[in-house]
């Protein structure tokens, strides 16, 4: 894939109604046009994405349809990013499976399992295409972060030392000289096989802030961005004049980064039934919502022309600066309960979704151009 501008992705995701939601005598909301990446809210909402899945969608169909391709991307140096969104138990952390569970089936496995084994599987493609092709095999070096954004405090949740909940961060976020967003202070572990990642993982899903509220169980209380740096060494692609000499291999440098978000789930106070810090929790996450949606109406709405892009308004929005409007091919999924109870929660998340369509991204090769080494 070439250099250039190249819009969102974005798909829906709708979960079967829950046991509780069933006991409730709950109705189903949602309709489905067959064939079509269509959803239709009650009887006039209608809403075109670029897929939709419906309850009994399984875990492995949407990896395959929609994230099998950006990891493979990855591997011509270009940056990925799957962003989850959609209101509190909506099935986001169940999507990208970041809540572990030993009893966990293989059909259940989330998105993020799926693609770090796809991930490491390809590199030793790779290197065996290399080997049979009689090619020096390419290099790679893989480094994991995992953070989360609480009550506006990024916290590292692969931190050595351990960062207590509540304590003052001192991890700032800070732009290079190319423009991309780095978060000072944050650790990287260095992996070298699919149960490294999913240890690191799930090392820091036991160490992130979760809470029961009235509408789940086991809510997340913070926004989680799981990152996997990747950086390649392999022989550069060079043309030879017909009949003249085969020219000497160089190798480029290449670098991308994988970059899964799980954002906390949008709620009403009067509905989560919240007080005191799962209160003061809901606000913080509303807030960044809140400022999210600033940005997306921002850079989709082409009838504002409005040339400032609010990243600044709070620390979700400046960690996301590069998924939104930057150098990132960019995926949402966007979970939504079917339960007519939920309907208003359903439509908001349909809307902010739909403005994410009209979002550009300026796709860049992250090559460096001083790294091409020639032997002899």
């Known amino acids: 894939m070439a250099d250039g ?37 009650g009887s006039d909402k209608a809403f075109t994405y670029d897929k939709v899945f419906d309850f009994n969608a399984e875990q492995r169909e949407i990896f395959e349809g929609m994230i099998k391709g950006l990891v493979d991307t990855c591997f011509d140096g270009l940056n990925s990013t799957i962003l989850a969104y959609g209101q509190t138990g909506s099935g986001k952390t169940y999507t990208m499976g970041t809540q572990f569970d030993d009893c966990i089936k293989e059909q259940q496995r989330g998105l993020i399992p799926r693609a770090v084994d796809h991930l490491f599987n390809k590199i030793l493609e790779l290197k065996h295409e290399a080997q049979e092709s009689n090619i020096m095999p390419p290099e790679f070096k893989v480094e994991a972060q995992f953070m989360e954004l609480y009550n506006e405090e990024i916290l590292d949740l692969l931190s050595p030392s351990g960062e207590a909940k ?75 004049e017909e009949g003249g000499e085969a020219a000497p291999p160089e190798f480029e440098n290449l670098t991308s980064k994988l970059v899964f978000v799980d954002l906390a789930g949008s709620e009403r106070l009067k509905r989560t039934g919240a007080t ?40 979700l929005t400046r960690l996301l ?22 309907f208003m929660e359903t439509l908001n998340t349909l809307k902010y979704a739909n403005r994410a369509k009209n979002i550009k991204n300026k796709v860049v090769v992250n090559q460096d151009k001083t790294s091409r080494i020639i032997t002899r």
């Not at 976020?173 to 944050?186: F, K, L, P, Q, R």
């Not at 990642?197 to 820091?204: R, T």
């Not at 600066?321 to 939920?342: E, Y």
């Open 276 to 315: 005191g810090d799962r209160a003061k929790e809901g606000i913080s996450i509303n807030g960044g919502l809140l400022a999210l949606g600033n940005v997306i109406s921002a850079l989709g709405d082409e009838k504002r022309k409005v040339s400032h892009v609010p990243y600044r308004d709070s620390k």
């Open 166 to 240: 509540g304590k003052k961060s001192n991890l700032k976020i800070h732009e290079d000289a190319n423009g991309e967003i780095y978060v000072d202070g944050m650790s990287k572990q260095t992996v070298a096989n699919s149960k490294e990642v999913l240890n690191c993982l799930k090392q820091g899903a036991l160490c992130r802030t979760t809470a029961s509220t009235e509408m789940n169980a086991v809510s997340s209380r913070s926004h989680a961005l799981f990152c996997l740096n990747i950086h390649q060494t392999r022989v550069a692609k060079v043309e030879t």
């Open 5 to 41: 501008d190249v819009s969102v992705k974005v798909c829906i995701r709708v979960r079967p109604l829950g046991p509780r939601e069933v006991i409730d005598c709950c109705r189903v909301c949602t309709n489905f046009v067959p064939g079509e990446p269509q959803i239709i809210l």
């Open 321 to 342: 600066q590069d998924s939104l409007g930057g150098n990132s091919q960019t995926l949402m999924v966007a979970c939504v309960s079917p339960a007519d109870r939920d």
